[in-house]
């Protein structure tokens, strides 16, 4: 089952009982039946819960009543806050339990009260559901959406009715159970960067909201970038982190809103659907008192002044609203809202994300060192033999791409799954060879110190391809 709750409240009271959560001493119950089953449903001492409001009305109270027994533990429930001029927040959660256990009873009514206003300094919530931690959630619903599938209801909470009952509650079940997008527990896939590095990059990026690790390939850019969001999020557990790649065809439509259409009412309509950028920036308003860092891996290989449109403005502004441009709505980038983004500073042409986005961001360099590669080959349990011959294909290609374009190519990660002879060639081979082909060896480039580092380099792995080949 599933009951629907238009609650009076705001942002400030559902972060608190909702997201946050209430410590359990703070309540100072005296009914020791509802104190005993907190302890039983919140172990860990926090206590999340919403509340109701009485009506006034005779006929809404007897209605009200009614709707209110209809609520078992177990069901879900859909409840938001608004504000005038602000799009109302979503949430979705199991019902623990309810409390009062019995509504008329004055004695439970009271240490009800009292809650509501230890909890959200006012007594007019005392119809307390306690929520079960595990299941809360922000639903990606908007308000038009919402009043599409549930139709008519009344004025405080109802169950939804209609004749359509069975398909609208299908409909809001999909809505809960469908998988977060975010996940913001999940663990950075590699390994962990050392810790003076990624302590730089966390300040930097406390201090300034949103930089960019700049450096060559296989430099472990995004690995950091990832662990750091991880750490500033504390696992997922303070906080939401989330990553999205930008490439050539990537644009203002697919990161900030675009124009879709829906059916609403029966009618299609083109109607403004927001995207990553603007679901984060809600998200981090909604739950202030968390971090919410957004991952940007490859920013340089998109069209970055087409990508951010209006937000160029407002990141370096935040706090101040900008209009978007479908919708015509306000959006303010929050204080909690952090990006780390990646650009790889070799790709021809890539690294133009202009001067007014520049001077927004901290940039940071990541580079690679022979110590590195040394030391990650040790760790993989590599021969002398070998480590060394990884060591003069790393020291003499990057000598190439530093003497014709300043920086370093290659980094020491391009040699991160070389276990054996057999991966040394294949990574020459299929993956760093290729790129000094791209670089220096094109239909208008001819660069004779390339093809001559190619030449000896391919002399010393065609030995190593012979010596595998004899080997038994």
């Not at 449903?41 to 209110?68: A, H, N, Q, T």
């Not at 959630?137 to 405080?156: S, V």
Request: aromatic letters at 10%; a positive charge; glycine letters at 6%.
């Amino acid at each position: 089952m599933v009951s629907v709750f238009q609650t009076p409240g705001n942002v400030k009271n559902i972060n608190r009982s909702v997201i946050q959560g209430v410590k359990l001493e703070e309540l100072q119950i005296n009914d020791e039946r509802l104190k005993n089953k907190l302890q039983k449903s919140y172990p860990e001492g926090k206590v999340y819960v919403w509340g109701i409001g009485i009506p006034r009305e005779r006929r809404v109270k007897k209605l009200w009543k009614s709707k209110w027994n209809e609520i078992r533990d177990g069901d879900y429930i859909i409840f938001y806050v608004s504000k005038a001029k602000n799009p109302p927040y979503f949430y979705s959660s199991r019902v623990l339990f309810k409390y009062p256990f019995d509504p008329e009873n004055l004695k439970e009514l009271e240490e009800a009260k009292k809650i509501s206003k230890t909890i959200w300094e006012n007594e007019k919530w005392p119809l307390l559901i306690f929520l079960e931690p595990r299941s809360i959630k922000p639903l990606d619903l908007d308000q038009e959406t919402f009043m599409d599938i549930i139709g008519k209801f009344l004025d405080l909470f109802s169950k939804i009715y209609d004749e359509n009952r069975a398909r609208k509650v299908k409909k809001l079940l999909e809505l809960i159970e469908k998988p977060d997008k975010y996940e913001p527990s999940r663990k950075p896939p590699g390994p962990r960067p050392k810790k003076d590095l990624l302590d730089r990059v966390i300040k930097a990026v406390m201090d300034r909201k949103q930089v960019i690790l700049i450096g060559p390939p296989g430099s472990g850019k995004t690995n950091l970038a990832i662990w750091a969001a991880y750490e500033l999020t504390n696992g997922g557990k303070n906080g939401y982190w989330d990553l999205v790649q930008f490439h050539r065809n990537y644009k203002y439509d697919d990161f900030v809103e675009r124009m879709v259409l829906k059916t609403q009412n029966g009618i299609l309509k083109l109607v403004p659907e927001a995207q990553l950028f603007v679901e984060l920036c809600n998200r981090a308003q909604q739950n202030s008192e968390e971090r919410v860092v957004l991952v940007i891996d490859e920013i340089n290989r998109a069209d970055v002044a087409n990508v951010f449109g209006e937000l160029i403005y407002a990141l370096e502004y935040r706090g101040y609203p900008v209009k978007l441009a479908y919708s015509k709505n306000d959006l303010i980038v929050p204080n909690n809202l952090y990006i780390i983004a990646t650009a790889n500073d070799i790709d021809r042409g890539t690294f133009d994300i202009g001067v007014a986005l520049r001077r927004r961001f901290d940039i940071i360099r990541i580079d690679t060192s022979e110590e590195d590669l040394k030391k990650m080959l040790q760790e993989q349990g590599m021969p002398e033999n070998v480590i060394s011959i990884a060591v003069n294909i790393f020291n003499r290609v990057n000598g190439l791409f530093e003497k014709h374009m300043g920086k370093k190519g290659v980094g020491h990660l391009f040699f991160s799954d070389v276990t054996t002879e057999e991966d040394l060639v294949r990574v020459w081979e299929n993956r760093i060879k290729p790129l000094i082909e791209a670089y220096f060896l094109t239909s208008s480039i001819v660069n004779e110190e390339a093809l001559n580092i190619i030449k000896d380099i391919d002399k010393g792995i065609e030995e190593i391809k012979s010596k595998i080949k004899s080997s038994p």
